[in-house]
């Protein structure tokens, strides 16, 4: 009977794959009569996938698989078994595992996969592999937005080139109107500037006069006493 400790590692192990189920995506590999170099190889590739690939027990995966509820998986824990799991790119399991498979088509098959939930035939994860990583899928859909774009240039250039010229585009862009003042303002503006200056000069002789009337004044009264 297994101790204690050998029945918690078990466990830890279980509940280990239980989680890899639940990742975005799965392949499982029958790996047998592969060698340590191409073993070595395909992990490197794995790596740079970020696919999280191990061998593992048929006996403790179909404790995993009951919980992750993949009960229809069981028929294909036989034999040597391994996985291949992402949580990032739901297709680079299948098409890493796929391109193995073709390079090694004797001793290294794949047998079945799942994704988001759902059962995957040895066809299906076939098919899924073919599918091209997500940069490339980007890149055609960008490629089909531009399409349209790209196809009117090209008429347009083709069309200038046959008429012998180019085709200009020419934008006209309107300034906004400024109000300019009334010519009567300045006029205004000049006449009371003109009519201020003298007022100002006849006041400061008005300043002197009354100070001279008031200087007289004391000196007659100084003289009286």
Do not use: C, H, W
């Not at 824990?77 to 297709?91: C, F, N, Q, R």
């Not at 001793?107 to 899924?128: N, P, Q, R, T, W």
């Not at 083709?158 to 020419?170: M, Q, R």
């Amino acid at each position: 009977m297994p101790s204690d400790k050998v029945l918690k590692e078990k466990k830890q192990i279980v509940e280990e794959m239980t989680t890899r189920l639940k990742s975005k995506s799965g392949v499982f590999v029958d790996y047998k009569g592969i060698t340590v170099i191409e073993d070595t190889q395909m992990r490197v590739k794995m790596r740079e996938e970020n696919i999280d690939y191990s061998v593992i027990k048929n006996s403790l995966m179909k404790f995993a698989i009951k919980n992750a509820g993949y009960d229809e998986l069981a028929d294909v824990l036989v034999g040597t078994t391994s996985l291949a799991t992402s949580t990032e790119d739901p297709i680079a399991p299948a098409r890493v595992v796929k391109e193995f498979a073709d390079k090694l088509p004797d001793y290294f098959e794949i047998k079945a996969g799942f994704m988001d939930g759902k059962i995957l035939s040895k066809s299906e994860v076939l098919a899924i592999a073919s599918i091209p990583p997500l940069p490339m899928l980007q890149a055609q859909f960008l490629g089909t937005l531009l399409a349209p774009i790209t196809s009117l240039a090209v008429v347009l250039k083709a069309a200038a080139e046959k008429a012998g010229g180019t085709v200009d585009v020419e934008v006209k862009v309107e300034k906004p109107k400024v109000e300019e003042p009334a010519a009567s303002e300045p006029a205004e503006t000049t006449a009371e500037e003109t009519a201020a200056e003298p007022a100002e000069a006849a006041a400061e002789p008005a300043v002197e006069e009354t100070v001279t009337v008031e200087e007289t004044t004391e000196t007659e009264s100084k003289e009286e006493e």
